[in-house]
């Protein structure tokens, strides 16, 4: 049985370069620290996650963005402002070196800061973590406690999970401001329609 963690624990088992299930305001996502590449392969592979699909970075403020050497650019900006913390992965220009770690075959990597109170109280102390839903690749995601001790049973790549109740919001939309020409990759909370208004 996968297990529960309480907040110290967990950025305790994050520190150690483990990875750890997390309560989000979307679904229960799986984490791993920016700061231990092996924490990174190791998602991957819990996840069954394709090596070429990079995975996405939650901070808990812009501060913790702007500390990676990465800027908003005016139209990254002006989507924060508005959806920010909310349920809105946004691809941006990044260093090379963090692209590579996060496996973005581009020079740019997705952010986001989520309307989870207890989860940007702990990005705050961890720093900002790779997050992606916790499932398998392709799969639905866990919405419960009960969902991710099945899904995860017996792999013990999961120290763990940090119990946040039920998570039942849409995960999030994901939109690319990086290029000249914005485009949406995943339409899910946030509709295209929404962005348009503040991206036209």
């Known amino acids: 049985m996968t297990k529960r963690l309480d907040v110290a624990e967990t950025i305790a088992a994050l520190g ?8 989000t305001d979307t679904v229960y996502g799986l984490a791993a ?14 996840k069954h996650r394709p090596s070429f699909v990079p995975l ?5 403020s ?9 800027e908003l650019n005016e139209r990254a900006q002006r989507l924060a402002n508005v959806f920010w913390p909310g349920a809105l992965t946004i691809v941006m220009a990044a260093p090379e070196e963090l692209a590579r770690l996060m496996r973005s075959p581009e020079t740019s ?36 406690l009960e969902e991710l001790r099945s ?13 946040g109740g039920e998570c039942r919001g849409e995960v999030s939309t994901v939109v ?8 949406v990759i995943r339409e899910r909370a946030i509709t295209s329609e929404e962005l348009e208004q503040y991206l036209s």
């Open 16 to 23: 150690r370069g483990e990875v750890v299930a997390v309560p």
């Open 33 to 46: 620290s920016i700061a231990s590449e092996s924490a990174i392969t190791t998602l991957f592979s819990l």
């Open 56 to 60: 996405p970075l939650m901070v808990g």
């Open 62 to 70: 812009l501060t913790q963005i702007h500390e990676l050497g990465v």
């Open 109 to 144: 990597v997705g952010f986001r800061i989520p309307d989870h109170q207890v989860l940007r109280d702990l990005l705050e102390h961890s720093g900002p973590l790779a997050v992606t839903s916790a499932n398998d690749h392709g799969e639905p995601p866990c919405h419960t």
């Open 151 to 163: 899904a995860f049973a017996g792999r013990d790549e999961l120290a763990g999970v940090l119990d």
């Open 176 to 183: 690319d401001v990086s290029e000249p020409e914005w485009r």
